[in-house]
């Protein structure tokens, strides 16, 4: 089995304020996702990498930015934390096409 | 708006009925997954069914898939507390890694 750790667990952060969260991972997965989850809501694909070299962006990708350091870690960074992006932010690792998804417990993020 | 940007459905019966959920996508895909989220952890995968399946079982659930319609369903026969979660449907496209997430059914199980 493997684990998927996200730092922090809580940011709080100001309006404006560039914030920067981090994931690992040691499934030796190769494909690694960002998604956002508003309290209540489904979960929306911000960035996902199919491999270590790789980036794509998904359907939120506005207002964010992620690097794939390394085959283990994917970062994604908030480039200009907004109230309206409040939220819980699950990172995601897969083994390949087609198949089962692992993932992290979640950053909660609050900007004030 | 988006898949996925809806407010969760949410459905309650007691213990003991049957239930089903259903999932309707635009793209499409290879796979369909349904996965249950515990309040305060990511969603787990519960059963994935692939686009050459109609049905799929893992002990008291049932997936199925018409991919003719787009369209998939999860039913939970004799449904226990513990079935209490939150339960999404996702697909992940024609080139397999892009998965995306419907919009949810919070189903709440009462004794």
């Known amino acids: 089995g493997g684990i998927i750790t996200q730092t922090p667990k809580f940011l709080i952060g100001q309006e404006g304020q560039k914030l920067t969260l981090k994931c690992q991972q040691n499934?030796?997965?190769?494909?690694m996702y960002w998604y956002r989850q508003d309290s209540g809501k489904g979960l929306r694909l911000i960035y996902y990498?199919?491999?270590?070299?790789?980036?794509q962006k998904g359907d939120l990708s506005e207002g964010y930015d992620a690097s794939r350091e390394k085959k283990s870690s994917f970062s994604l960074t908030v480039t200009s934390a907004q109230k309206n992006e409040m939220a819980v932010f699950l990172c995601?690792?897969?083994?390949?096409?087609?198949?089962?998804?692992?993932f992290g417990k979640g950053t909660r993020l609050t900007v004030v | 708006s988006q898949w996925g940007e809806e407010n969760l459905q949410a459905l309650s019966i007691q213990e003991g009925e049957d239930v089903t959920m259903n999932c309707s996508y635009k793209?499409?895909?290879?796979?369909v997954h349904w996965y249950r989220q515990d309040s305060g952890r990511g969603p787990a995968l519960i059963i994935l069914?692939?686009?050459?399946?109609r049905e799929k079982r893992s002990g008291r659930l049932r997936a199925t898939l018409d991919t003719s319609s787009q369209s998939s369903s999860l039913s939970i026969t004799a449904a226990q507390c513990e079935d209490t979660a939150v339960y999404f449907c996702?697909?992940?496209?024609?080139?397999?890694?892009?998965?995306?997430f419907g919009s949810g059914t919070r189903l709440l199980v009462s004794p």
């Open positions: 995601a690792s897969s083994p390949g096409q087609n198949t089962e998804v692992f």
């Open positions: 499934f030796n997965h190769d494909t």
């Open positions: 990498s199919i491999t270590e070299n790789d980036l």
């Open positions: 793209t499409y895909t290879t796979v």
């Open positions: 069914i692939r686009s050459n399946e």
């Open positions: 996702a697909t992940d496209g024609a080139g397999g890694y892009k998965v995306v």
